[in-house]
């Protein structure tokens, strides 16, 4: 049988700045909406999704051709009391849920054409309520999306939730890993984001990429992913080392510059 390569990132389109985690002055933030989305607009993103805690903030006088903004929340999934409990990013969105269980959570939201991302999963707030364990993750369906890095929580623990969800999930249901900066004030703003593969701005245009993985997370470099003939090749602005690393999490090359090219043997289950 071929070797088939599934590559996310083979489709037409240019990569964007997209942030999908955020606060204003209508939750917990600093700034206000409309002064938030400039300040990401004059950053050189083209696509914002704000999520205040358990409600909707609607800002879209800035939108344009090159500029779009994204409804979101984040709802507290609540344990014993209201506002105890982990968070969850609900994307493409029009209210908070403020009931349900994760999982009521999640298919209410698919069903309305949302997109999940559990937020800062090793994040100890809320009186220590506030992180994913690793047993819940695995049993929940239909997310799509895990913050592996975000400045309040712990991105290497983070990392090992998402690598044991890849695992668990498998190649038919992937679970995507998104950096954010979960800004609240200034010093945590522009610290992290994600790069989409877009054809045009618009809300199908994002939403397609983040279903189907055509992106990447960055606090900095950018990135170009191939596959062709059998191998993946990358290239990461600034890099020193490249580490090629398959679904046990076990390396399976080390190239000690910024750019680099693995020949895939098959059994890997999938390479990062």
């Known amino acids: 049988m071929p070797l088939t390569i599934r590559n996310p990132y083979g489709v037409s389109g240019e990569y964007r700045k997209v942030q999908l985690h955020c606060h204003t002055t209508e939750s917990d933030g ?13 950053a050189g993103y083209s696509f914002v999704c704000i999520t205040d ?28 009391l209201r506002p105890l ?10 209210a908070p849920l403020r009931q349900g269980s994760p999982q009521e959570r999640i298919d209410r ?10 937020c800062h999963p090793s ?29 309040h929580s712990d991105s290497a623990q983070d990392a090992r939730h998402w690598t044991a969800a890849l695992r668990h999930r498998g190649p038919a249901a992937p679970v995507w890993g998104v950096a954010v900066d979960d800004c609240h004030r200034l010093d945590q703003f522009n610290r992290g984001w994600i790069m989409a593969k877009v ?8 939403r397609r990429a ?3 993985g055509a992106f990447y997370a960055s606090t900095g470099p950018s990135a170009d992913f191939r596959a062709d ?9 600034g890099a020193r080392q490249i580490r090629f690393i398959d679904a046990e999490g076990r390396m399976r090359l080390e190239v000690a510059s910024g750019a680099g090219q693995y020949r895939v043997e098959g059994n890997e289950g999938y390479i990062r």
Do not use: K, Q
Not at 142 to 150: A, S, V, Y
């Open 85 to 94: 409990g982990p968070h969850m990013g609900r994307l493409f969105v029009d």
């Open 199 to 206: 054809a045009n701005i618009s809300v199908l245009d994002l």
């Open 53 to 80: 805690h358990n409600r909707v903030t609607r800002c879209e006088e800035l939108n344009s051709r090159e500029f779009l903004a994204i409804p979101g929340t984040e709802d507290t999934v609540s344990r014993f």
């Open 210 to 212: 983040l279903l189907a």
């Open 109 to 118: 939201t698919l069903a309305g054409a949302g997109i999940v991302s559990l």
């Open 30 to 42: 600093r700034f206000r909406p409309h002064e938030l989305l400039e300040m990401y607009r004059d």
């Open 123 to 151: 994040w100890n707030g809320n009186l220590w309520t506030g992180s994913w364990n690793l047993r819940t993750i695995e049993s929940l369906r239909g997310f799509h999306l895990l913050e592996i890095w975000n400045p």
């Open 229 to 237: 003939g059998g191998s993946v090749y990358v290239a990461l602005s």
